[in-house]
T-cell receptor, first 115, second 110 residues
Framework: SQTIHQWPATLVQPVGSPLSLECTVEGTSNPNLYWYRQAAGRGLQLLFYSVGIGQISSEVPQNLSASRPQDRQFILSSKKLLLSDSGFYLC??????????????FGPGTRLTVL | QKEVEQNSGPLSVPEGAIASLNCTYSDRGSQSFFWYRQYSGKSPELIMFIYSNGDKEDGRFTAQLNKASQYVSLLIRDSQPSDSATYLCAVTSGTYKYIFGTGTRLKVLA
C-alpha cells in the first residue's frame, strides 16, 4: 500500500527565516506530487505540482519554491518567510504505478505559524 | 476563472437523518469529481469519486453527478456524530490538477 509522509508536523518560525518542508511517498513509483496551502478557514490553494524528477510547475507567484530531487521526494522551501505564509501545508500524490493520475491522496500536513 | 462553489454551512442534521451536500462547478471540461472529508486540524481524506452521470453508492455515501447542470452532490445516510466534518468537493482541471471548493461544514447532532 502507499504511504505519504510529511515533516515536521508543526513549525513556528520568525518572519524572515528560511523554510524547508519535506514530503516523501512510499509504495509507488513516478507519482505526480503536489503542494497545497490551506489558510485558516479557507480552501485549498495549489502551490506547485510535479510530474517527474526536476519538473516543477508553479501555480501562484510567491516567495516559495519547490524541488523534486528524487522520484518520491518533494520539498517546499522559502528563503525568507512572510507573515502571510502561515497556514496548513499539504502534500499530495496521484498516479504513478499504483494509482489513477486524477485521484489525489493527501499527507498528514505541516502546520506553519510565522510570527 | 474556473470555480467550484459550495455552501459553507454549517449544515446541521439530527443523528440518523440524511445529510445532503451540494457543489457546482464552472468548467464543462472537468471529467472527474471527488469528495473529501476533513476533520478539524487534519488533512483531507478521500471518501468518494464519480466520473459518470448518475449515482454511485458506497456504504452510507452516495455521490450524484449531473454534468449538464454542472452539479455534484454527496448524500450521507444514517448520519452519525462522527460524520461531523468539513466536506470538500474537487473537480479535475486539465490532466493533473484539481479545483477545490471551500467546503461545507456538517454538524450531526446527537
Amino acid at each position: 500500500s502507499q504511504t505519504i509522509h510529511q515533516w515536521p508536523a508543526t513549525l513556528v518560525q520568525p518572519v524572515g527565516s528560511p523554510l524547508s518542508l519535506e514530503c516523501t511517498v512510499e509504495g509507488t513509483s513516478n507519482p505526480n506530487l503536489y503542494w497545497y496551502r490551506q489558510a485558516a478557514g479557507r480552501g485549498l490553494q495549489l502551490l506547485f505540482y510535479s510530474v517527474g524528477i526536476g519538473q516543477i510547475s508553479s501555480e501562484v507567484p510567491q516567495n516559495l519554491s519547490a524541488s523534486r530531487p528524487q522520484d518520491r521526494q518533494f520539498i517546499l522551501s522559502s528563503k525568507k518567510l512572510l507573515l502571510s505564509d502561515s497556514g496548513f501545508y499539504l502534500c499530495a500524490w496521484s498516479g504513478g504505478t499504483s494509482g489513477r493520475s486524477d485521484t489525489q491522496y493527501f499527507g498528514p500536513g505541516t502546520r506553519l505559524t510565522v510570527l | 476563472q474556473k470555480e467550484v462553489e459550495q455552501n459553507s454551512g454549517p449544515l446541521s442534521v439530527p443523528e440518523g437523518a440524511i445529510a445532503s451536500l451540494n457543489c457546482t462547478y464552472s468548467d464543462r471540461g472537468s471529467q472527474s469529481f471527488f469528495w473529501y472529508r476533513q476533520y478539524s486540524g487534519k488533512s483531507p481524506e478521500l471518501i468518494m469519486f464519480i466520473y459518470s452521470n448518475g449515482d454511485k453508492e458506497d456504504g452510507r455515501f452516495t455521490a450524484q453527478l449531473n454534468k449538464a447542470s454542472q452539479y455534484v452532490s454527496l448524500l450521507i445516510r444514517d448520519s452519525q456524530p462522527s460524520d461531523s466534518a468539513t466536506y470538500l468537493c474537487a473537480v479535475t482541471s486539465g490532466t493533473y490538477k484539481y479545483i477545490f471548493g471551500t467546503g461545507t461544514r456538517l454538524k450531526v447532532l446527537a
